[in-house]
């Protein structure tokens, strides 16, 4: 099992950048699909999933209306659309896969990785 990562970079304030997740050893309806950011000296926290308690998408309240999670199940990618960032939303941004409450989970609970890809908003 694989998740990769791409799409991170520098972006000014209210710009906008999108993220990929190419996934590898298991197909998209097989587990959910989420990602997660960990900000320098904090704790890592989730960002969106693709399902949530009622089945829809789970987004974080900061990031409501701004970010969109969506998959593309021929290419077995996960992408999350980021528009007007903030300076708040630098981050290191993780790939991650497990049941479907994943974006409820404790990153210790968590079954599945990716590297990482950084995320930097700053004029």
């Known amino acids: 099992v694989q998740l990769v990562e791409s799409g991170g970079g520098l972006v000014q304030p209210g710009g906008s950048l999108r993220l990929s997740c190419a996934v590898s050893?298991?197909?998209?309806?097989?587990?959910?699909i989420g990602w997660f950011r960990q900000a320098p000296g904090k704790e890592p926290e989730a960002v969106s999933c693709?399902?949530?308690?009622?089945?829809?998408?789970y987004y974080r309240d900061s990031v409501k209306g701004r970010f969109t999670i969506s998959s593309d199940n021929a290419k077995n990618t996960v992408y999350l659309q980021m528009n007007n960032l903030q300076p708040e939303d630098t981050a290191v941004y993780y790939c991650?896969?497990?049941?479907?409450?994943?974006?409820?989970?404790?990153?210790?609970?968590?079954?599945?990785w990716g590297q990482g890809t950084q995320v930097t908003v700053s004029s």
């Open positions: 991650a896969a497990d049941g479907p409450l994943l974006c409820y989970s404790s990153q210790y609970f968590i079954t599945y």
């Open positions: 050893g298991f197909t998209l309806d097989y587990y959910a």
């Open positions: 693709t399902n949530s308690s009622d089945g829809s998408p």
